[in-house]
């Protein structure tokens, strides 16, 4: 468990995902690692330890795991906490974690509604991303949720 943790927080990722689907907003948040496919029996083994999620190959030589239902982002919640402030005290991924998960604990609450999509995204921009251009898309986002959807 201890390997897993120290390469979850190497090489995880904690995303918040969002996309125009027809005139709604999709906000769903995602656990992934992503390596190259010579590592694809090593991240296997990691799922089957962890026991969520696929894994894929892809097109352009890398195997991921990818996590997204609720039940998974909720396990993924209940393998890393209690243990990670041990093995991540000094990985910059620990702030990134937490924000993850207070996103992910607003998308279990139910339905997501437009004011809790709207909550994510605001909480999302506090994540490590690509800088203004993640914010202005982000800030896009909420913009069409709040004029178009909560009409």
Known sequence: MSFIL?????EGSFQLNARKNGK???VIPKF?????????KLLREI?????????????NGHVQLQARSKEDLSTIISFIDGSYDK??????KK????TWKEIVHIYLDGETTK???????EKGKKMKGDGRKRDTK???HIKHIKEVEMQ
Do not use: C, P, R
């Not at 120290?6 to 190497?10: E, L, R």
């Not at 992934?32 to 694809?40: A, F, M, P, T, V």
């Not at 702030?95 to 937490?98: I, R, V």
């Open 32 to 40: 992934s690692i992503y390596l190259k496919d010579n590592d694809e």
């Open 47 to 59: 799922h089957s330890v962890i026991g969520v999620g696929s894994v894929t190959l892809t097109k």
């Open 95 to 98: 702030e990134k974690y937490e």
């Open 87 to 92: 093995f991540w005290k000094n990985s910059n």
């Open 115 to 121: 004011e809790q999509k709207v909550k994510m995204l």
């Open 6 to 10: 120290g390469f979850i927080a190497g």
């Open 138 to 140: 982000i800030d896009k």
């Open 24 to 26: 709604y907003i999709e």
